[in-house]
């Protein structure tokens, strides 16, 4: 079972948005888009003043919580989504599959 994430560091207002494609695979908006794919010019273009504020919590969020598949490029992105995130990994896990 994978760690507890914890979504805390993150702005209140990102945290839905984040968890939701973590666990589930939801794709984010496009802040959060940005943020995920590793695209940090285009992260703060987006941001709105809080999350440039907090842009190291993010930042910090990511190296430290957020799984390393779900994050670095858009394909990466792409796979998470379709994989519908953790949610897909902890059925696999349930039923015995090895994810692929």
């Known amino acids: 079972m994978p760690k507890e994430i914890n979504y805390s560091l993150l702005p209140e207002h990102i945290r839905g948005g984040a968890k939701r494609y973590i666990e589930n695979g939801v794709p984010p908006g ?15 273009a987006l941001a709105d003043e809080t999350n440039i504020e907090r842009m190291f919590d993010i930042a910090k969020f990511l190296y430290n919580e957020a799984p390393m598949d779900c994050r670095g490029s858009r394909e990466n992105m792409e796979a998470w989504i379709e994989h519908e995130g953790l949610s897909r990994i902890e059925k696999e896990e349930v039923v015995g599959n090895v994810p692929e």
């Open 30 to 44: 496009d802040f959060l888009q940005a943020v995920f794919e590793d695209k940090l010019v285009t992260s703060f």
